[in-house]
């Protein structure tokens, strides 16, 4: 069982930045794949941003390519995703999720809104 925390979340005007953070319990933190999605008001759950076990693989949806930088330490448990010259289309409850083959534990997810 793993359990996931989002934290630094907040109110942002559009062009600047934020890092939210993941700290996951257990001792497995480094076996899993890890990812952020983002939800939207009246909009499906989306993908984000995903890293490999040992960090060294990364995959982001083209809507934030070259915004949004995912990166991990797994010596404290915790998963990054530092977000660049936000736009308020970014503005979503953002989650993070912790899987093998499948997304298997989330978050409770954590509200970053950009003002225009």
């Known amino acids: 069982q793993v359990q996931l925390v989002e934290s630094g979340g907040g109110l942002v005007q559009a062009g600047g930045s934020l890092r939210l953070s993941c700290a996951a319990s257990?001792?497995?933190?480094?076996?899993?794949?890890m990812g952020w999605f983002r939800q939207a008001p009246g909009k499906e759950r989306e993908f984000v941003a995903s890293i490999s076990r040992a960090g060294g693989g990364t995959y982001y949806a083209d809507s934030v390519k070259g915004r949004f930088t995912i990166s991990r330490d797994n010596a404290k448990n915790t998963v990054y995703l530092y977000m660049n010259s936000l736009k308020p289309e970014d503005t979503a409850v953002y989650y993070c999720?912790?899987?093998?083959?499948?997304?298997?534990?989330w978050g409770q997810g954590t509200q970053v809104t950009v003002s225009s």
């Open positions: 257990g001792r497995t933190f480094s076996s899993y794949l």
């Open positions: 999720a912790a899987g093998t083959d499948l997304w298997d534990y």
